[in-house]
């Protein structure tokens, strides 16, 4: 009965050492299995917007959400909750295509600066110019130009509108190669204004010039008229006129016992308020002077279809507050008025004559289709806020 009772237990044993080597072989080989095999699991998170073009964005309402896979992880790593998501408030009022955009992608501005084609772009500009002098010119005025312009230092970025089209004849002055040129043919320097000078892209200069080509320069100083202008605390102004010239209003005349004046005396019933236009608060088309933040009101004021801006200097004023200690007229930095039609000259008839008296008819129609825009404008406004 002993050999009998022997041989059973060899038997068991042997089998419980074949279950133990089979359980640690499947768990060394489920252990080879599972570090060999990557785990993905998707979550939601907030990237920054540098990582953003490969994201998928879902967009819901008034908010954005992004979403991405996770990267390759290994079952050695620790595994973390998702983070909660991250949701990127739209703004009501912005463009809704602006604001789909990550918001530090966005470029609101521009600017007029020029930029060279090669090497970093950080190393393009030896200065930044910080006024524009703009000015609508043909040919026949090149030599004022050129006079006007050399007035002007390194400060300022020079933009000159051609309306004859003939933008290659400037190439003799050095200036012109570092100046802008921009060339429609029988335009005016408001229609030039409303289409290339918008706010957003003249926002890089702290005073834009917007002038005539024939006024004469002599007496004047660009750099000491901006400390003036600066000085006296003016968002919109212009150079004293010489009296020796024909002068509409009083307001634009220099005077030579001030720096700047602010107000003058009219004509009798010219003025019902010695703080309203064109006793006080009034600068003329000619030559004015604006600072950024007036511009950016002025400009949304100009009419896309009224080309000549007869009647905007009477509603500049409504851009500035106080207009009458805002506004006034720079009279130690004073220019001439040549009155010099050369724009005229572009549109000859096939009689061989001039449209001289078409265009001043125009003018004037413009001046009372503006005027009337600008009450019909304010009763509505009034009207709206229970004001009329």
Known sequence: MAPIHRSGVLKKTKDSAVFILTTILGLVFGFLIGISVP???????YLPSSHRSSVDAAVSNDQVFFAVKSPETTAGNVTLPPPPMK???RNPRANPRVARLPPRIVVKESDLFLHRLWGLPTLDLRRKPKYLATFSVGVDQMNNIDACVKKFSEDFQILLFHYDGRTNKWDKFEWSKRAIHVSVKKQTKWWYAKRFLHPDVVSAYEYIFIWDEDLGVEHFDAERYIKLVKKHGLEISQPGIDPGNELTWEMTKRRDDQEVHKVTTERPGWC????LPPCAAFVEISAPVFSREAWRCVWHMIQNDLVHGWGLDFALRRCVEPAHEKMGVVDSQ?????????LLKQDITKYGKSHRRGV????NKEWSMFQNRLDSADDAYQAQFGKG
């Open 272 to 275: 019902t308020d010695q703080h």
């Open 87 to 89: 949701r990127i408030h």
């Open 334 to 342: 004073w220019v001439s008025h040549g009155e010099i039609h050369s």
């Open 360 to 363: 001043r008819k125009r003018c």
């Open 39 to 45: 785990i993905f699991a998707r979550y939601t998170i």
